[in-house]
């Protein structure tokens, strides 16, 4: 696994960020799949490195770096290759660098050497250290031993910390969620633990520079991270990648990446935020940017702080449009839950032939943008025994808007609704799979236009481009729903009324666009 003697290697001796991609790729091909998994091993492009270590700014005579996952070195190469270029260089650069992998840190250890000669051959004197340990464990008192989050008693001895970290699920009772449970809610994800204590670990005015999944942007497990997180970062800029392969293309990662630039401030309110954005990394060089007030995509008086990323211009207008409707499904008198029936915890009730005492078992694959397809005859149950011991987790046969909660990652639409009404199947009641959610009129029942409107709406392109960039998953959770403006209750019927006969999602957007621009 260590000998990397049989590569050949390109001459790379101007070139550090090469050298240690060259590395990297090599080492990642000579462990398993199972290894590069439990270590988050997802080596960064040399475009992203060099785009990323362009982020760092002069910070005098002396600059300390932290990598606190640093792979191959490939973030560490790329800021280093930055400030020697800076019309000021620092006379003297120290890092700092942290890597699990003991067999990955001996390569790290002979990258770092090979950068520091190439610094020295520029004038720069240039020290390191590798650590072989867990970075948050070995760092959570950071957060949690002196007063909480970003307690003014931290050590914060790094002018940059710069890092693609692991991304993977931990379970609460994880030693590291344990070391960080101020951060931590519900199931956390590693990778918001060392944005956390990286940033605890910043001086004042100190850069923080991270390539990350988007999903700790919004939603419920990433609340309290957000809250203390944006009370001492300032963000100055995001970049966003179209495509959800480009990223990490040869690792066959499938992730909604962003490149996150912020600086440490303990105070701070107002400004600007600069958001970037590129197809992929081949036109990484030629990114498209716009400046946008940061109180119009993070509002740091709102409890859950989500943090918003309309990508373009048309998703700025968008999302400036859609908040200024002052209607809810609360103000409506509407409500939003997730479906009750839990398949392993209903088997006894499930059924693949119905019959008597059989009502139909709605599942995530009958909803289809405006249709409910229902039965499919596939392999899933699609019916539910109607007794007095389930009727706890069936729902009266009513009108209903059905959604799904979760979308597949390259899917057109993030928001996929029909209308379920209710004369449509003969049956007193209804199971809905735990994979939908579903809005409905308490005590009552929704109207067939108020149903087919509400549909008709969420599969929009409009709502589409305001859910995305609000919400960076591919979970549609019934809380993001609940928050999400509507137009007046006159325009939702008149939509509903043209939508009855329309499957189409051209049609769909045509006929919205239309009915919002007439509501003014």
Known sequence: MNDLSQIQFTDTSSDPVALADQIGAAYATKVTADHRKNHGLYLTPPEVARFMGGLVRPHGKVVRLLDPAAGAGILLCGAVEALAENDKPPERIEITAYEIDPALAEHLQAILASLAGWAGGRGIELTFEIRVRDFVLANADAIEGLGGLFSPGAERSYDVVISNPPYFKLNKADPRAQAALSVVHGQPNIYGLFMAIGAALLRPAGD?????????????????FRERFFSVVRPRLLHVFGSRRDAFARDAVLQENIILHATREDRWSGGSIAISTSAGIPDLEERQVRTVEIDQVLDLKARDRVLRIPATQNDHDIMQLVDAWSGSLSAYKWKISTGPVVPFRAVEFQSNEGGSGYVPL?????????????????????????????????????????????????????????????????????????????????????????????????????????????????????TELRSMPLPPLETIVRIGVQARVLIDLEAIDALVEREVAACG
């Open 208 to 224: 923080f520079i991270f390539i990350t999944p988007r999903s700790f942007a919004s939603g419920p497990y990433f609340r309290a």
């Open 362 to 478: 709605l599942w995530m694959n009958h909803v289809h943008p405006m249709q409910v397809r229902w039965p499919l005859a596939r392999r899933k149950p699609e019916y539910i025994q109607d007794v007095i011991a389930s009727r706890p987790i069936l729902v009266a046969n009513a009108n209903y808007v059905l959604l799904r909660r979760f979308s597949a990652k390259e899917e057109k639409r993030r928001l996929v609704a029909a209308p379920y009404i209710a004369n449509t199947i003969d049956a007193p009641m209804l199971g809905l799979e735990n994979h939908l959610n579903y809005i409905y009129k308490p005590g009552g029942s929704l109207s067939e236009d108020e149903a087919f409107g509400i549909a008709a709406l969420l599969n929009s392109s409009l709502l589409d481009t305001w859910f995305r960039a609000v919400n960076g998953n591919t979970q549609v959770s019934a």
